[in-house]
């Protein structure tokens, strides 16, 4: 689970890295973990990739949680989301 937050010009600034990976695909993938968030995006050819990998610095709050607890055990979990662009 990732609970994270932003304001003033970093919002500009998170946006504008959206804004550059949507010029390598149509697609970008949010790929939370302890290091940060990474936004993560590649072609349809595979030839293009751009990753920019926000740390937890630059959030007001960041906190992200990468195991499930089910019936009494832990799990790790591949936490990412898919971002559609157009």
């Keep these: 689970m990732l609970k ?3 304001s003033g010009g970093r919002v ?3 946006g504008k890295a959206i804004q550059a990976l949507s010029r390598v695909s149509d697609e970008v993938w949010l790929d939370p973990s302890e290091k940060g968030l990474a ?3 590649v072609n349809s050819c595979r030839s ?3 990753c920019v990998l926000f740390s937890p610095g630059f959030f007001q709050y960041y906190q992200c949680s990468t195991s499930l607890k089910k019936n009494d055990k832990e799990t ?3 936490l990412n989301c898919k971002l559609e662009m157009k």
Excluded: E, I, T
């Design 4 to 6: 994270c937050g932003m």
């Design 48 to 50: 293009a990739y751009g």
């Design 76 to 78: 790790k979990s591949n």
């Design 39 to 41: 936004l993560r995006s």
């Design 12 to 14: 500009k600034v998170f």
